[in-house]
Protein backbone atom coordinates (compact mmCIF):
# COMPACT_ATOMS: atom_id res chain seq x y z
CA UNK A 1 0.00 0.00 0.00
CA UNK A 2 1.65 3.08 -0.57
CA UNK A 3 1.83 6.14 1.75
CA UNK A 4 -0.84 8.43 -0.19
CA UNK A 5 -3.52 4.95 -0.25
CA UNK A 6 -2.98 4.41 3.38
CA UNK A 7 -3.35 8.48 4.18
CA UNK A 8 -6.66 8.16 2.09
CA UNK A 9 -7.74 5.06 3.96
CA UNK A 10 -7.44 6.40 7.45
CA UNK A 11 -8.75 9.25 6.64
CA UNK A 12 -11.67 7.95 4.63
CA UNK A 13 -12.31 4.95 7.83
CA UNK A 14 -12.45 8.29 10.01
CA UNK A 15 -14.99 9.87 7.98
CA UNK A 16 -16.72 6.88 7.57
CA UNK A 17 -17.13 6.25 11.79
CA UNK A 18 -18.66 9.63 11.81
CA UNK A 19 -21.12 8.96 9.19
CA UNK A 20 -21.88 5.61 11.15
CA UNK A 21 -22.06 8.00 14.88
CA UNK A 22 -24.88 10.33 12.48
CA UNK A 23 -26.47 7.24 10.88
CA UNK A 24 -26.98 5.23 14.53
CA UNK A 25 -27.28 7.84 17.04
CA UNK A 26 -27.80 11.42 15.95
CA UNK A 27 -26.12 14.25 13.09
CA UNK A 28 -25.97 16.23 16.23
CA UNK A 29 -23.67 13.96 18.26
CA UNK A 30 -21.48 13.15 15.18
CA UNK A 31 -20.65 16.89 14.25
CA UNK A 32 -19.67 17.40 18.36
CA UNK A 33 -17.03 14.75 18.09
CA UNK A 34 -16.36 16.44 15.10
CA UNK A 35 -15.41 19.61 16.33
CA UNK A 36 -13.29 18.21 19.34
CA UNK A 37 -11.61 15.72 16.75
CA UNK A 38 -10.60 19.42 15.08
CA UNK A 39 -9.46 21.11 18.26
CA UNK A 40 -7.61 17.99 19.46
CA UNK A 41 -5.71 17.67 15.96
CA UNK A 42 -4.65 21.37 16.24
CA UNK A 43 -3.52 20.58 20.16
CA UNK A 44 -1.75 17.27 18.67
CA UNK A 45 -0.15 19.70 16.30
CA UNK A 46 1.23 21.69 18.98
CA UNK A 47 2.71 18.80 20.85
CA UNK A 48 4.23 17.03 18.51
CA UNK A 49 6.29 20.55 17.08
CA UNK A 50 7.65 20.08 20.50
CA UNK A 51 8.77 16.53 20.28
CA UNK A 52 7.97 15.22 17.18
CA UNK A 53 10.63 18.56 15.83
CA UNK A 54 12.69 18.80 18.59
CA UNK A 55 12.69 15.88 20.87
CA UNK A 56 11.00 18.12 24.07
CA UNK A 57 8.54 16.34 26.29
CA UNK A 58 5.92 18.17 27.64
CA UNK A 59 4.03 17.10 30.56
CA UNK A 60 2.15 20.25 31.01
CA UNK A 61 -0.24 20.75 28.26
CA UNK A 62 -3.31 21.60 30.74
CA UNK A 63 -1.67 24.13 31.60
CA UNK A 64 -0.94 25.81 28.57
CA UNK A 65 -4.82 24.55 27.27
CA UNK A 66 -6.01 26.43 30.12
CA UNK A 67 -4.26 29.96 29.59
CA UNK A 68 -5.92 29.84 25.73
CA UNK A 69 -9.15 29.43 27.91
CA UNK A 70 -8.51 32.31 30.04
CA UNK A 71 -8.01 34.09 26.90
CA UNK A 72 -11.82 33.75 26.19
CA UNK A 73 -12.55 35.62 29.41
CA UNK A 74 -9.83 38.30 29.11
CA UNK A 75 -11.15 38.99 25.62
CA UNK A 76 -14.60 38.29 25.22
CA UNK A 77 -16.41 38.89 28.53
CA UNK A 78 -17.76 42.71 28.83
CA UNK A 79 -16.28 44.71 32.07
CA UNK A 80 -17.99 44.74 35.28
CA UNK A 81 -17.83 48.51 35.66
CA UNK A 82 -18.74 47.78 39.79
CA UNK A 83 -16.24 45.64 40.28
CA UNK A 84 -13.45 47.83 38.65
CA UNK A 85 -14.58 51.04 40.57
CA UNK A 86 -14.71 48.59 43.82
CA UNK A 87 -10.67 47.92 43.39
CA UNK A 88 -10.05 47.64 39.93
CA UNK A 89 -7.51 50.39 40.13
CA UNK A 90 -5.87 49.54 43.28
CA UNK A 91 -5.70 45.52 42.38
CA UNK A 92 -3.86 46.82 38.80
CA UNK A 93 -1.70 48.82 40.98
CA UNK A 94 -0.67 46.15 43.10
CA UNK A 95 -0.02 43.89 40.13
CA UNK A 96 2.70 46.61 38.50
CA UNK A 97 4.39 46.69 41.79
CA UNK A 98 4.74 43.17 41.31
CA UNK A 99 5.80 43.17 37.81
CA UNK A 100 8.74 46.09 38.94
CA UNK A 101 9.78 43.99 41.66
CA UNK A 102 10.31 41.01 39.68
CA UNK A 103 12.32 43.78 37.18
CA UNK A 104 14.09 44.69 39.97
CA UNK A 105 14.89 41.27 41.23
CA UNK A 106 16.12 40.40 37.81
CA UNK A 107 18.64 42.79 37.68
CA UNK A 108 20.29 42.22 41.14
CA UNK A 109 20.71 38.86 39.88
CA UNK A 110 22.53 40.32 36.97
CA UNK A 111 24.57 43.12 38.56
CA UNK A 112 25.78 41.30 41.74
CA UNK A 113 27.21 37.70 39.70
CA UNK A 114 30.40 38.69 41.47
CA UNK A 115 28.86 39.05 45.09
CA UNK A 116 29.14 34.82 45.93
CA UNK A 117 26.10 33.87 48.56
CA UNK A 118 25.67 37.89 48.95
CA UNK A 119 23.68 37.37 45.55
CA UNK A 120 21.14 34.95 46.66
CA UNK A 121 20.72 36.59 49.80
CA UNK A 122 19.78 40.11 48.39
CA UNK A 123 17.64 38.84 45.50
CA UNK A 124 15.58 37.20 47.94
CA UNK A 125 15.45 40.51 50.28
CA UNK A 126 14.22 41.93 46.74
CA UNK A 127 11.41 39.46 46.35
CA UNK A 128 10.48 39.23 49.62
CA UNK A 129 10.10 42.69 50.59
CA UNK A 130 8.32 42.98 46.47
CA UNK A 131 5.54 40.45 46.93
CA UNK A 132 4.91 41.74 50.63
CA UNK A 133 4.33 45.41 48.69
CA UNK A 134 1.81 44.03 46.08
CA UNK A 135 0.00 41.72 48.72
CA UNK A 136 -0.54 45.15 50.97
CA UNK A 137 -1.67 46.89 47.55
CA UNK A 138 -3.89 44.06 45.91
CA UNK A 139 -5.61 42.41 49.00
CA UNK A 140 -8.03 44.96 49.74
CA UNK A 141 -8.95 45.50 46.01
CA UNK A 142 -9.43 42.17 45.44
CA UNK A 143 -11.43 41.77 48.55
CA UNK A 144 -13.67 44.38 47.31
CA UNK A 145 -13.81 43.22 43.83
CA UNK A 146 -15.08 39.74 44.83
CA UNK A 147 -17.58 41.31 47.36
CA UNK A 148 -19.62 42.83 44.44
CA UNK A 149 -22.59 40.96 43.53
CA UNK A 150 -20.35 37.59 44.01
CA UNK A 151 -23.34 35.21 42.60
CA UNK A 152 -23.52 37.10 39.05
CA UNK A 153 -20.08 38.67 38.81
CA UNK A 154 -17.42 38.91 41.44
CA UNK A 155 -14.47 39.61 38.89
CA UNK A 156 -13.13 41.70 36.66
CA UNK A 157 -14.47 40.84 33.29
CA UNK A 158 -13.07 41.41 30.43
CA UNK A 159 -12.59 43.73 27.33
CA UNK A 160 -15.73 43.06 25.86
CA UNK A 161 -14.20 41.92 22.12
CA UNK A 162 -15.49 39.17 19.66
CA UNK A 163 -14.21 36.25 21.08
CA UNK A 164 -12.11 35.12 17.95
CA UNK A 165 -9.62 37.92 18.97
CA UNK A 166 -8.94 35.34 21.87
CA UNK A 167 -7.68 32.54 19.81
CA UNK A 168 -4.56 34.80 19.37
CA UNK A 169 -4.74 35.95 22.71
CA UNK A 170 -4.90 32.54 23.83
CA UNK A 171 -1.51 31.63 21.96
CA UNK A 172 0.21 34.51 23.42
CA UNK A 173 -0.29 33.37 26.79
CA UNK A 174 0.61 30.39 26.76
CA UNK A 175 3.57 31.30 24.24
CA UNK A 176 4.66 33.77 27.52
CA UNK A 177 4.61 30.95 29.73
CA UNK A 178 6.53 28.85 28.18
CA UNK A 179 9.04 31.41 27.48
CA UNK A 180 9.36 31.82 31.07
CA UNK A 181 9.22 27.56 31.60
CA UNK A 182 11.84 27.57 28.44
CA UNK A 183 14.18 30.13 29.94
CA UNK A 184 14.67 28.49 32.96
CA UNK A 185 14.27 24.54 32.25
CA UNK A 186 16.16 24.51 28.88
CA UNK A 187 19.67 23.47 28.50
CA UNK A 188 19.79 21.13 31.63
CA UNK A 189 18.58 17.74 31.31
CA UNK A 190 15.59 16.92 29.49
CA UNK A 191 13.78 15.55 32.81
CA UNK A 192 13.99 18.72 33.83
CA UNK A 193 11.55 20.07 31.23
CA UNK A 194 9.19 17.56 32.15
CA UNK A 195 9.27 18.43 36.34
CA UNK A 196 9.01 22.68 35.65
CA UNK A 197 6.00 21.93 32.73
CA UNK A 198 4.22 19.74 35.23
CA UNK A 199 4.64 22.17 37.84
CA UNK A 200 4.30 25.39 36.27
CA UNK A 201 0.95 23.47 34.14
CA UNK A 202 -0.35 23.11 37.51
CA UNK A 203 0.50 26.26 39.48
CA UNK A 204 -1.68 27.35 36.16
CA UNK A 205 -4.71 25.67 37.25
CA UNK A 206 -4.18 26.50 40.91
CA UNK A 207 -4.32 30.35 40.02
CA UNK A 208 -7.26 29.82 37.93
CA UNK A 209 -9.14 28.11 40.44
CA UNK A 210 -8.60 30.16 43.45
CA UNK A 211 -8.04 33.85 41.86
CA UNK A 212 -11.79 35.09 41.77
CA UNK A 213 -11.62 38.21 40.64
CA UNK A 214 -9.78 37.11 37.94
CA UNK A 215 -12.20 33.88 36.59
CA UNK A 216 -14.15 33.92 39.11
CA UNK A 217 -12.74 30.53 40.29
CA UNK A 218 -15.02 27.41 40.88
CA UNK A 219 -18.02 29.40 40.17
CA UNK A 220 -17.18 29.49 36.38
CA UNK A 221 -17.61 31.70 33.62
CA UNK A 222 -20.82 31.17 31.53
CA UNK A 223 -22.64 32.22 29.12
CA UNK A 224 -19.56 32.89 26.60
CA UNK A 225 -20.31 35.53 23.29
CA UNK A 226 -20.19 32.61 20.35
CA UNK A 227 -18.65 33.60 16.76
CA UNK A 228 -21.57 31.37 15.57
CA UNK A 229 -25.53 32.32 15.46
CA UNK A 230 -27.53 30.96 18.29
CA UNK A 231 -30.10 28.42 17.72
CA UNK A 232 -32.92 30.36 18.98
CA UNK A 233 -31.80 33.25 16.06
CA UNK A 234 -31.60 30.79 13.52
CA UNK A 235 -34.93 28.91 14.50
CA UNK A 236 -37.33 32.11 13.24
CA UNK A 237 -35.38 32.02 10.07
CA UNK A 238 -37.50 30.71 7.02
CA UNK A 239 -34.60 29.15 5.21
CA UNK A 240 -34.36 27.10 8.43
CA UNK A 241 -37.69 26.07 8.40
CA UNK A 242 -37.73 25.14 5.17
CA UNK A 243 -34.44 22.92 5.14
CA UNK A 244 -35.95 21.60 8.21
CA UNK A 245 -38.90 20.57 6.82
CA UNK A 246 -37.37 18.91 3.66
CA UNK A 247 -35.00 16.84 5.60
CA UNK A 248 -38.06 15.90 7.95
CA UNK A 249 -36.11 16.60 11.14
CA UNK A 250 -37.55 19.62 13.69
CA UNK A 251 -36.38 22.85 13.08
CA UNK A 252 -34.54 23.05 16.97
CA UNK A 253 -31.73 20.02 15.54
CA UNK A 254 -31.94 21.78 12.35
CA UNK A 255 -30.40 24.99 13.75
CA UNK A 256 -28.21 23.02 16.07
CA UNK A 257 -26.20 21.28 13.12
CA UNK A 258 -26.09 24.47 11.40
CA UNK A 259 -24.30 26.21 14.21
CA UNK A 260 -22.07 22.89 14.92
CA UNK A 261 -21.26 22.66 10.92
CA UNK A 262 -20.50 26.46 11.12
CA UNK A 263 -18.16 25.74 13.95
CA UNK A 264 -16.99 22.80 12.33
CA UNK A 265 -16.07 25.36 9.85
CA UNK A 266 -14.01 27.86 11.88
CA UNK A 267 -12.04 25.48 13.73
CA UNK A 268 -10.94 23.09 10.37
CA UNK A 269 -9.62 26.74 8.86
CA UNK A 270 -7.33 27.14 11.70
CA UNK A 271 -6.54 22.91 11.29
CA UNK A 272 -5.55 23.99 7.91
CA UNK A 273 -3.75 27.44 8.62
CA UNK A 274 -1.56 25.47 11.48
CA UNK A 275 -1.00 22.27 9.46
CA UNK A 276 0.47 23.94 5.89
CA UNK A 277 2.48 26.92 8.50
CA UNK A 278 4.12 23.43 10.68
CA UNK A 279 4.39 21.24 7.23
CA UNK A 280 6.28 24.15 5.41
CA UNK A 281 8.55 24.46 8.62
CA UNK A 282 9.19 21.20 8.92
CA UNK A 283 10.36 21.00 5.42
CA UNK A 284 12.41 24.52 5.45
CA UNK A 285 16.09 24.50 6.45
CA UNK A 286 14.80 25.62 9.71
CA UNK A 287 12.64 22.08 10.24
CA UNK A 288 15.71 20.30 8.76
CA UNK A 289 18.08 21.88 11.41
CA UNK A 290 15.80 20.78 14.20
CA UNK A 291 15.75 17.37 13.35
CA UNK A 292 19.10 17.21 13.03
CA UNK A 293 19.43 18.90 16.64
CA UNK A 294 16.79 16.07 18.02
CA UNK A 295 18.66 13.73 16.83
CA UNK A 296 22.16 14.71 17.75
CA UNK A 297 22.84 17.70 19.42
CA UNK A 298 26.41 17.31 20.08
CA UNK A 299 26.96 16.89 16.48
CA UNK A 300 24.91 20.10 15.96
CA UNK A 301 26.46 21.63 18.31
CA UNK A 302 30.06 21.32 16.64
CA UNK A 303 28.31 22.55 14.00
CA UNK A 304 27.44 25.90 15.71
CA UNK A 305 23.92 25.55 16.38
CA UNK A 306 22.71 27.22 19.64
CA UNK A 307 21.02 24.79 20.93
CA UNK A 308 19.35 26.18 24.12
CA UNK A 309 18.01 28.84 21.57
CA UNK A 310 16.49 27.25 19.03
CA UNK A 311 14.78 24.69 21.26
CA UNK A 312 13.34 27.55 23.24
CA UNK A 313 11.92 28.18 19.82
CA UNK A 314 10.23 25.49 19.31
CA UNK A 315 8.64 25.09 22.78
CA UNK A 316 7.36 28.14 22.34
CA UNK A 317 5.67 27.64 19.81
CA UNK A 318 4.37 24.56 19.87
CA UNK A 319 2.93 26.17 23.34
CA UNK A 320 1.17 28.47 21.08
CA UNK A 321 -0.68 26.28 19.16
CA UNK A 322 -1.59 24.32 21.82
CA UNK A 323 -2.76 27.86 23.56
CA UNK A 324 -4.60 28.58 20.50
CA UNK A 325 -6.86 25.15 20.72
CA UNK A 326 -7.40 25.70 23.83
CA UNK A 327 -8.77 29.09 23.57
CA UNK A 328 -11.11 27.42 21.24
CA UNK A 329 -12.50 24.73 23.04
CA UNK A 330 -13.19 27.09 25.72
CA UNK A 331 -15.29 29.44 22.63
CA UNK A 332 -17.11 25.84 21.72
CA UNK A 333 -18.06 25.46 25.19
CA UNK A 334 -19.24 28.21 25.58
CA UNK A 335 -18.00 28.70 29.30
CA UNK A 336 -15.00 28.63 31.08
CA UNK A 337 -14.86 26.46 33.93
CA UNK A 338 -11.16 25.81 35.79
CA UNK A 339 -12.01 22.53 37.97
CA UNK A 340 -12.67 20.76 34.03
CA UNK A 341 -8.95 20.77 33.57
CA UNK A 342 -7.67 17.50 33.98
CA UNK A 343 -4.20 15.97 33.45
CA UNK A 344 -5.95 12.54 32.20
CA UNK A 345 -7.72 14.75 29.23
CA UNK A 346 -5.65 17.43 28.35
CA UNK A 347 -2.29 15.86 29.13
CA UNK A 348 -2.24 12.27 28.78
CA UNK A 349 -4.79 11.72 25.92
CA UNK A 350 -2.79 14.68 23.67
CA UNK A 351 0.08 12.32 24.68
CA UNK A 352 -1.59 8.93 23.31
CA UNK A 353 -2.88 10.98 19.88
CA UNK A 354 0.68 12.05 19.39
CA UNK A 355 2.19 8.47 19.74
CA UNK A 356 -0.74 6.87 17.88
CA UNK A 357 -0.43 8.92 15.12
CA UNK A 358 3.37 9.40 14.55
CA UNK A 359 5.70 11.90 16.11
CA UNK A 360 7.60 13.86 13.75
CA UNK A 361 4.61 13.64 10.62
CA UNK A 362 1.97 15.97 11.21
CA UNK A 363 -0.50 14.37 9.40
CA UNK A 364 0.36 11.29 11.64
CA UNK A 365 -0.82 13.74 14.77
CA UNK A 366 -3.92 14.98 12.64
CA UNK A 367 -5.21 11.37 12.23
CA UNK A 368 -4.23 10.65 16.04
CA UNK A 369 -6.29 13.16 17.07
CA UNK A 370 -9.47 12.16 15.40
CA UNK A 371 -8.82 8.65 16.02
CA UNK A 372 -8.32 8.94 20.00
CA UNK A 373 -10.93 11.41 20.53
CA UNK A 374 -13.48 9.15 18.47
CA UNK A 375 -13.08 6.63 20.94
CA UNK A 376 -12.50 8.62 23.68
CA UNK A 377 -15.57 9.34 23.53
CA UNK A 378 -17.53 6.62 22.06
CA UNK A 379 -16.22 4.10 24.54
CA UNK A 380 -18.83 4.35 26.79
CA UNK A 381 -21.93 3.61 24.20
CA UNK A 382 -19.68 1.40 22.45
CA UNK A 383 -19.31 -0.98 25.81
CA UNK A 384 -23.01 -0.19 26.61
CA UNK A 385 -23.45 -2.14 23.48
CA UNK A 386 -21.23 -4.97 24.02
CA UNK A 387 -21.84 -5.39 27.54
CA UNK A 388 -25.57 -5.71 26.37
CA UNK A 389 -24.70 -8.02 24.14
CA UNK A 390 -22.96 -10.23 25.88
CA UNK A 391 -25.74 -10.66 28.81
CA UNK A 392 -28.53 -11.30 26.46
CA UNK A 393 -29.46 -14.43 27.87
CA UNK A 394 -29.34 -13.47 30.90
CA UNK A 395 -32.45 -12.21 33.11
CA UNK A 396 -33.11 -8.25 34.14
CA UNK A 397 -32.60 -9.24 37.88
CA UNK A 398 -29.48 -10.61 37.09
CA UNK A 399 -26.98 -9.28 39.89
CA UNK A 400 -23.97 -10.06 37.15
CA UNK A 401 -25.90 -8.47 34.40
CA UNK A 402 -26.63 -5.33 36.11
CA UNK A 403 -23.05 -5.01 37.73
CA UNK A 404 -21.74 -5.29 33.80
CA UNK A 405 -24.20 -2.36 32.83
CA UNK A 406 -23.36 -0.07 35.64
CA UNK A 407 -19.55 -0.19 34.84
CA UNK A 408 -19.74 -0.45 31.36
CA UNK A 409 -18.89 3.63 31.45
CA UNK A 410 -15.37 2.33 32.55
CA UNK A 411 -14.48 0.98 29.34
CA UNK A 412 -13.19 3.98 28.10
CA UNK A 413 -10.24 3.81 29.81
CA UNK A 414 -9.17 0.29 29.14
CA UNK A 415 -10.19 1.39 25.91
CA UNK A 416 -7.45 4.04 25.75
CA UNK A 417 -4.75 1.17 27.24
CA UNK A 418 -5.90 -1.45 24.80
CA UNK A 419 -5.93 0.95 21.68
CA UNK A 420 -2.31 2.59 22.73
CA UNK A 421 -0.96 -0.93 23.26
CA UNK A 422 -1.79 -2.21 20.39
CA UNK A 423 -0.17 0.74 18.53
CA UNK A 424 3.21 0.35 20.34
CA UNK A 425 2.79 -3.43 19.42
CA UNK A 426 1.77 -3.31 15.79
CA UNK A 427 2.66 0.15 14.84
CA UNK A 428 5.48 1.50 17.00
CA UNK A 429 6.24 4.56 15.01
CA UNK A 430 2.53 5.59 14.86
CA UNK A 431 0.16 4.71 12.05
CA UNK A 432 1.70 7.67 9.67
CA UNK A 433 5.30 7.33 10.99
CA UNK A 434 7.78 10.08 10.05
CA UNK A 435 8.91 9.80 6.59
CA UNK A 436 12.79 9.05 5.77
CA UNK A 437 14.09 12.32 4.06
Partial sequence: MTPRVKHFSLFGAMGLLLIMVGTLQSWNVALTILNLCLISAIMTLGVNIQWGYAGLF??????????????????????????W??????????????????GIAVVTWLKTANWGKSR???????????????????????????????????????????ILFAWLVGGAFAAGAAW?????????RS????????????????????EDWLTRGVKNVNGLPRPVPYEIDLQGAIWI???????????????????????????????????????????????????????????????????TWRHLQVFVLGSAVVGIAGAMLTTLDGQFTPASYQPLRFTFLIWVMVIVGGS?????????????????????PIGLALMDLITAGMGNDSALRHHLMENAAHMRLMTMGLVLLLALRFAPQGLIPEGKR
Avoid: H
Fill in 241 to 307: QTWAERLGIPVIEASSIVVKLSYAALFLSVLLVVFWLSETALKSPWGRMMRAIRDNEVAASAMGKDI
Fill in 120 to 162: YWLTGAVVAAGYAIMRVTVDPGIAAIEAVEPAKTGFLGGFGLP
Fill in 180 to 188: VVGKIALGL
Fill in 85 to 102: QAGGSRTMLGLCFGGISI
Fill in 58 to 83: NAGVMGFTALGGLAAIVVSVPPVPEA
Fill in 360 to 380: GNNLGAVIGGFIIWFFWIEAE
Fill in 191 to 210: DYLAIATLGISEIIIYFLKN
